[in-house]
């Protein structure tokens, strides 16, 4: 063992690496979770160089896109979307989709329409390469500890949906969500989605408990299925009638996720 720890120490150190990835999950989860976090990183260089020529442009976002698809085959995660033909539309809408983990970045690729771009915290804006990457494919940035600053930047958002012809994706729980479920849901899109009389497709992700679990350092091959919903029409409504949307929307992307978690872990949560 001395000699080949003194002649061999990279190959030793290799199969020592292999041994503890096989054998240790949280091992396993950690090299997962950094190699998924060194490619968003990485591939965010090839996004800025691709994006240069055009400027920050919403169009930069299917180099995003295509630059984070291969990441279920590398970690064998097989996503199913259903209800595809409700995005058939040319027209501009809100995403309203549920959040649960970092992982969202790649499952929600597989289904993400053309100029369409995520509302994200302005944290994100000073990541590094994924943050610059991220300012060119067009997201739009809001500063959640400054709420007239946020409002003015949503009201400027539903002036240009259908100016500039484009759609944009909300996360209306406003943060992570580990439970199982869903939190309530923040008015913003909704407020949005009103004020610009755009429809509101909700999108729901089911649990990733059957292959993804943050607490318990597991991270395998597994399966994710996206539905798609009916949208949800606002011409007509006001800023009285918002409260209500909230719910009813958030109602059914429940009904919803409780239906299909079911079908990816066995159980409905």
């Not at 279920?72 to 979307?81: E, M, P, R, W």
């Not at 969500?177 to 497709?201: D, E, T």
């Amino acid at each position: 063992m001395e000699l080949l720890l003194l002649h061999y120490p990279f190959t030793f150190l290799f199969i020592a690496f292999l041994v503890l990835y096989q054998v240790n999950p949280a091992f396993r989860y950690f090299c997962k979770m950094t190699f998924y976090k060194l490619w968003l990183f990485t591939l965010s260089i090839l996004v800025i160089v691709l994006s240069i020529p055009r400027g920050r442009n919403v169009e930069n976002m299917k180099y995003f896109r295509i630059s984070l698809l291969p990441l279920k085959y590398i970690f064998g995660i097989k996503i199913v979307v259903k209800g595809k033909e409700n995005l058939r539309t040319k027209k501009p809408f809100v995403l309203v989709l549920n959040h649960q983990t970092s992982l969202d970045i790649m499952v929600m690729m597989e289904m993400l329409p053309n100029r369409c771009v995520p509302i994200a915290k302005k944290e994100i804006l000073y990541m590094g390469t994924f943050g610059l990457a991220c300012w060119l494919s067009g997201l739009i940035f809001i500063d959640r500890k400054k709420r007239d600053e946020s409002i003015t930047t949503l009201t400027e958002v539903a002036h240009s949906l259908n100016k500039e012809n484009f759609r944009v994706l909300v996360f209306p729980e406003g943060t992570r969500n580990h439970g199982g479920s869903m939190l309530p849901f923040k008015r913003g899109a909704f407020q949005l989605a009103v004020k610009a009389q755009v429809p509101i497709i909700p999108v729901v992700i089911s649990s990733y408990q059957d292959f993804y679990n943050q607490k318990e350092k597991r991270f395998t091959p597994g399966k994710s299925i996206i539905q798609i919903l009916p949208e949800v029409d606002t011409v007509g409504l006001g800023p009285d009638d918002v409260p209500k949307l909230t719910e009813q929307v958030r109602d059914s992307m429940l009904t919803a996720y409780q239906g299909i978690s079911g079908m990816t872990n066995g159980t409905s949560h």
